[in-house]
């Protein structure tokens, strides 16, 4: 965790450098387990280094958080302070079985972003009606995948070819999480999740671009 804080500055200027010198019209940001710190700090910098938002401020497209060790709160209060002005989108992947952040939130004290939220309580309920109405914040419950589950849970990204899938699809052809055949776990949740016909929904999404 250290060496990916120590690290954010010069993720920051690369991001700066592909902007400035390159004719790129987005760049991606993928984080994945405490890599996915290193993303998210640096993009939260810059969101704080252009508080008018995309004026001026490099070309970010989407983030992508999968298995984030991210603590919960934080990230909140970081779209509180405008994490999304600069991106198209951030996508937060999680899981109820990954272990590895289930033993993180054990020793740390405090819900991991990558972790399912489960609104268990009426304060918990608020929260999600909230997440529900910010454009931009897309969450997805990889729990259902296929082979999401192998090993400890938390290499999804590599073990379930539905995850890898849906990011790939998600970057390349800029589908939403409905367009790419997930559905909501309920009306009132802002988490997407993964039917049992997802393979043939996103063939046929990807056949009808």
């Known amino acids: 965790l250290e060496t990916a804080d120590s690290t954010r500055k010069n993720l920051r200027q690369l991001i700066e450098l592909l902007s400035q010198e390159t004719r790129a019209d987005n760049i991606h940001i993928i984080g994945y387990s405490a890599g996915s710190r ?14 008018e938002g995309r004026s001026g401020a490099p070309r970010l497209g989407k983030l992508v958080l999968i298995g984030s060790d991210v603590d919960r709160s934080y990230f909140a209060q970081a779209l ?6 600069l991106t198209d989108e951030v996508a937060v992947y999680m899981s109820s079985t990954d272990a590895a952040l289930r033993m993180s939130s054990l020793v740390l004290g405090v819900d991991r972003l990558g972790q ?26 990889v729990s259902d995948a296929e082979g ?12 379930s070819p539905w995850a ?5 699809v998600s ?13 909501q776990l ?3 949740s802002p988490v997407w999740s993964f039917p049992s016909d997802y393979p ?10």
Not at 40 to 49: N, W
């Open 200 to 209: 043939t929904r996103i063939v046929n999404a990807v056949k009808n671009r």
């Open 80 to 85: 509180d302070d405008g994490v999304l002005r």
């Open 116 to 141: 399912v939220f489960e609104a268990q309580t009426e304060y918990d309920r608020e929260i999600a009606r909230t997440l529900r109405t910010i454009d931009g914040l897309t969450l997805i419950d």
């Open 38 to 51: 290193l993303a998210f700090e640096a993009v939260y910098d810059l969101a704080l280094q252009y508080p």
């Open 164 to 168: 890898s899938s849906d990011m790939f």
């Open 171 to 183: 970057l390349i052809y800029d589908l939403d999480a409905e367009a790419r055949g997930l559905q």
């Open 148 to 159: 999401s589950s192998f090993g400890n849970g938390h290499s999804y990204f590599r073990s």
């Open 186 to 188: 309920s009306a009132d």
